[in-house]
């Protein structure tokens, strides 16, 4: 039956081979392509043909319409094709031809008639000479066939001559048929004997080929599962590396092995060592989990690693369980017991496979925190005892008096020296504790937050597992993880903790609380020292330290905002029922902890306000008593350091503003200082440097301090303003006096009486030059105005005043009043002595001052003088003259004319 279905299977496939390319597709001129049977075209060659006469008898009309333009040949060889066409036809209807190849009534003008008829002589001349070559190419592999298979022929022709002798008659056929029958027996025996020998001949290598092929057959095999074969040594290999996420892919693939229901063994070794290899990475992971060491990345990365280690370690860690030891009270011994995954950090045991992965991870590093403050505050207290005692910070001793041949004086000296360098030194390490305590708190506090986080998200997915499993949420071990939550944790270890590193922070930095300060700080060391250790434990540092001391602190003061900021993301899942109550009443575990860190941050600002003041107070002191300048370019770069370095600026307000009041006043009383014993210059010098701090320096301080503190200190321009304004009144008042002192010395008339008679006193007067006492007069106005133009300038304006007088006009104003009052009131005390023509020319000179020192003389001096010359001209009386006054006073403004240029402006 196989047999038969072959061979139908190898005739059809004989069929459907097409030598002769019966079926084909054509290429027209369009680039088409077409599919054709020659069987079809053959079926309907009739049709075809009237088709083809048709098309013929189109293109001879076309041809004639067109005969004029192109001549008769085109139309002469379309008539000779369809004649010719019309011989074919007939030819093939009385002959019945074909045009299959493979008839015997094959028509090859008919053929190419029908099948050719738009090929051209060139391609039909190709085909021609492709059909030959494939004709001699067939002839060419028959004989090759032959000649290989010779021997073959020979024997097929003797059995056919065999055949054929044996048909003369039937007794011959008869013969011919059982000698035949003899020798298809003889070889069957034959063939059977072979195959006998062959068989036992060949038993060795069919053996051999039977093993071959169950060896490739088990390497096959191999090949298929050597990925899980390897698990084991990849699963090492990446344990020495480190890389514990390939360990978990690696041995994800080996639990496709049922341990319990694989029947190969060697499958089952594999899981084996596998699992073996799983638990050493757990407790290389643990190890990972408990090294203080190790990065906030490299932990978070073993949390999620040992958790999927875990997960997939669940069976083993069952069989595991029933298979450790118990003690006597039949629960799992700890302390000094081989459980693995147990460690003892600072007298504390943990277990880390009593726990999730991520609360064991925080309770360990929480251990480590908690070890390194109480490490930390011990070492700063052993450092500072072993410096009071005479020791190094590091332990080595100061060499101390060894020459016993020392004088008593160089005795003192030394250990005068030697007592001050242990204070310093105690200083020293109070500033390098607080550095380690905010670089302690700054590197652990992000560490412990981001594994709590991890924690906290773990065990929501612990809930959440729970809830769609349909497990009951309220059990005894969902109490016990509530109970030892993340933000229980913070709230019960790392707050107390972070709090108590930061108390012995703030102790080292501040030593005591300010005064009137709410928050007292308390020794969290050194209680038990000397008095003289703890005085200096107990004691403010010195400004440069307490300014380095307020940089770290408010760094650790950012550090737990943040950390206390973050907290509400590890705060623990709240129900739905009592959501709204818990939410109001949460509390921050570091809140407390934030509040001191902002109070000692608070604390020890206002210090460092308190000292750059103070140093500032001192500067601009020296420099004022010295120099008699009002380093206003120092005051304002104090205050805007102070604006760069405070981080509370708002709270220390009170003491900004105190301490500018102490700058401007302590300058002040340096300026005072620079004026004693000191001429008027000096004075000038301080009112200048005054008018300017009023005028520049004062509004940039005030304006500088209103940015510092957001506007709290609205009376300080004022106060500021009201201690420089009162220097310098007093320094320009004690100017102005010493100007009328000055000017009255001047303003003398000298002697009045004479025993020269009136006609000499007339003719002398004709040649007087300028008057001596006025000319002395405008030289002291002239003097004072320069002394106060090179001080003060001459546009500079009093603010005292309120009007925009300038220094310069009160100056000469006082000048100019103490002159004419001092000449009008000697006059007065000299009228009864003043003969009348002295009189008149006395009118003449006091005109001449009014008309020159008008515009500074105040309306009493304007007064006086214009009294004083009513009482001249009346004494005067009939000895005055019109023209005689009118040219004595212009005699008077020709010869003083370069005073008057020298007042006017």
Not at 629 to 656: M, N, Y
Request: proline share 3%; hydrophobic share 35%.
């Amino acid at each position: 039956m196989k047999e038969k279905k072959r061979l139908e299977g190898e005739k059809q496939r004989l069929l459907g081979r097409d030598p002769l390319g019966i079926r084909g597709s054509t290429t027209d001129s369009n680039r088409e392509t077409h599919a054709f049977d020659l069987r079809d075209i053959d079926a309907r060659r009739d049709d075809l043909i009237q088709q083809t006469l048709n098309e013929i008898e189109e293109e001879i009309e076309e041809e004639l319409a067109h005969v004029v333009d192109g001549g008769v040949d085109q139309v002469n060889w379309l008539e000779t094709q369809r004649q010719a066409l019309i011989a074919i036809a007939e030819e093939s209807k009385s002959k019945d031809a074909s045009i299959l190849p493979t008839d015997p009534r094959f028509d090859p003008s008919l053929f190419l008639t029908l099948v050719h008829r738009n090929a051209s002589y060139q391609e039909l001349q190709d085909s021609t000479s492709r059909l030959s070559r494939k004709t001699d190419n067939q002839v060419e592999r028959l004989q090759n066939l032959v000649r290989d298979n010779f021997d073959l022929f020979i024997k097929c022709s003797e059995g056919i001559d065999i055949f054929a002798d044996g048909q003369d008659d039937s007794i011959s056929a008869n013969e011919g048929m059982q000698k035949l029958q003899r020798r298809f027996r003889a070889l069957d025996d034959i063939a059977e004997s072979c195959s006998d020998q062959a068989k036992k001949s060949f038993k060795p290598l069919l053996d051999n080929t039977n093993q071959v092929r169950k060896v490739q057959s088990a390497l096959s095999v191999l090949q298929r599962v050597a990925p899980l074969l390897q698990v084991p040594s990849l699963m090492r290999q990446h344990i020495e590396n480190a890389d514990f996420s390939s360990v978990v892919k690696a041995y994800r693939k080996v639990l496709v092995i049922d341990k319990d229901h694989c029947d190969v063994d060697l499958l089952r070794y594999v899981r084996t060592k596998a699992s073996e290899s799983a638990q050493e990475a757990r407790s290389d992971l643990e190890l990972i989990l408990a090294d203080e060491t190790s990065s906030a990345a490299s932990l978070l990365d073993a949390i999620r690693d040992l958790s999927e280690l875990i997960s997939l370690l669940e069976g083993e860690d069952t069989e595991d369980a029933a298979n450790k030891p118990k003690s006597g009270d039949g629960k799992t011994p700890r302390a000094g017991s081989t459980k693995p995954g147990t460690f003892s950090i600072d007298r504390h045991i943990i277990c880390v496979r009593d726990y999730p992965p991520a609360m064991a991870c925080l309770l360990l590093q929480i251990s480590h925190f908690r070890s390194l403050v109480e490490k930390h505050i011990s070492a700063t207290e052993a450092t500072v005892d072993r410096i009071f005692r005479g020791e190094g910070a590091d332990g080595s001793s100061n060499p101390s008096g060894q020459n016993s041949d020392q004088s008593s004086s160089e005795h003192s000296s030394s250990q005068r020296s030697r007592d001050k360098r242990w204070k310093i030194d105690v200083l020293d390490t109070r500033v390098d504790a607080t550095s380690k305590a905010v670089n302690l708190a700054k590197n652990w506090l992000p560490r412990l937050l981001q594994i709590g986080l991890a924690s906290e998200e773990a065990e929501k997915r612990r809930i959440a597992r729970k809830s769609r499993s349909g497990s009951n949420t309220g059990s005894e071990s969902d109490k016990e993880f509530t109970s030892r939550s993340a933000f229980e944790l913070f709230k019960t270890i790392v707050g107390p903790v972070l709090l108590r590193l930061h108390e012995h922070a703030a102790f080292c930095a501040l030593g005591v609380s300010n005064q009137g300060s709410s928050y007292k700080i308390g020794a969290t060391f050194g209680r038990s020292s000397a008095e003289r250790l703890r005085a200096i434990l107990q004691s403010p540092l010195p400004p440069t330290q307490t300014a380095k001391c307020a940089l770290e602190l408010a760094v650790l003061a950012e550090a737990i905002q943040e950390a206390n900021d973050a907290m509400l993301s590890i705060r623990p899942v709240i129900n739905d029922k009592d959501s709204e109550s818990k939410k109001k009443s949460y509390h921050s575990p570091l809140e407390k902890c934030y509040k001191v860190a902002s109070d000692v941050v608070v604390m020890i600002e206002r210090r460092v306000c308190i000292y750059s003041f103070d140093a500032c107070s001192r500067k601009l002191s020296a420099n004022a008593s010295g120099n008699g300048t009002f380093d206003g370019a120092s005051f304002l770069a104090c205050v805007q350091k102070l604006s760069d370095d405070l981080t509370r600026p708002d709270e220390c307000a009170t003491e900004v503003e105190k301490g500018c009041v102490l700058v401007v006043t302590k300058c002040c009383e340096g300026l005072t200082n620079y004026v004693k014993d000191r001429s008027d210059a000096a004075r000038l010098r301080v009112v200048a440097e005054c008018a300017d701090a009023l005028n520049t320096i004062i509004g940039d301080v005030v304006r500088e301090v209103s940015y510092l503190t957001n506007d709290q200190s609205e009376t300080l321009e004022t106060s500021l303003s009201s201690v420089v304004s009162t220097l310098e009144g007093e320094m320009f008042d004690v100017y102005l006096e010493s100007v009328k002192r000055n000017v009255e010395s001047c303003a003398r008339l000298g002697l009045i009486d004479s025993t020269e008679g009136e006609s000499a006193r007339t003719k002398a007067d004709e040649v007087t030059p300028f008057p001596p006492y006025l000319a002395a007069s405008f030289l002291s106005i002239v003097r004072c105005r320069a002394q106060v133009e090179r001080a003060l300038r001459e546009a500079t304006v009093r603010n005292a005043e309120g009007n925009g007088t300038t220094y310069l006009f009160l100056a000469l104003r006082t000048a100019s009043d103490g002159i004419v009052e001092n000449i009008c009131l000697e006059l007065k005390a000299k009228l009864t002595r003043i003969r009348p023509t002295k009189a008149d020319a006395f009118a003449s000179h006091l005109q001449f001052l009014i008309n020159t020192l008008k515009k500074y003389l105040s309306d009493e001096t304007l007064a006086l003088a214009s009294d004083t010359r009513r009482m001249l001209l009346s004494k005067a009386g009939a000895k005055r003259h019109g023209p005689e006054g009118l040219s004595g006073l212009e005699n008077l403004e020709r010869l003083g004319r370069v005073y008057v240029m020298c007042l006017n402006e």
